[in-house]
């Protein structure tokens, strides 16, 4: 009995904590057990403290446009201001190999995977409240005014989006989201349904 690679999709609206959720999921015990990160594209500025490669490859429109031509992403769309695509190689090579990649997308992005690969995990991560969600976004200090203001907009909007995903965890605590988190992909790699002969 084999247990094939599985496709963790995590969505939230931005400060909903997904980004903290991630690093979690990603810790040295679980990377040595074939857990990776999906490190999509985008044309979005880098932001201090990000690198090349890690968080994102960032890529010019020219560069992007090019790479959609060639049918290089799984999914791509326009997120707030900027262009977003998972490239399709890391999803087939885990499929093929095993493990366990996770994507930190946005809803369009989740519902796009979510039709390609319909054996992928999707998660909605919500953040505790609106209030909370506003503190967040503004605790972080990344973005300009106007910047901020399109993305809480935006956030208000995604956060309506969560009754598509089939698993939502709230995260009024990371490592209690972090814990459901995993409860949610181990509970999913168990069902029947997934296990290959
Ligand atoms: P940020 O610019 O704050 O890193 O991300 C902005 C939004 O883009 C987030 O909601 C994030 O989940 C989403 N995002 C990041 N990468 C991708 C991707 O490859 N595809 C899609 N559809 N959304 C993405």
Redesign the pocket.
Known sequence: FEKPGKIVII????GGG??SICKALLSPARKRQGWRFSV???T?QKRNGEKNGR??FFVTETEFDKRVREKYFA???K??L?K???PRKTLDGVIKKGGVII????V??AA?IRKEYPDAISIFVLPPSVRELRKRLRRRGTETNEQLRVRFENAKKEMKEYKKFPYTVINKELQRAVDQVLDVIMSHSCRTDNIKK
């Open positions: 969505s939230s609206p931005s997904k980004t999509s594209c985008t979005r968080e994102y999914e791509h769309f997120v707030h900027y977003y695509g998972t994507l930190d997308v946005d369009q992005g796009a």
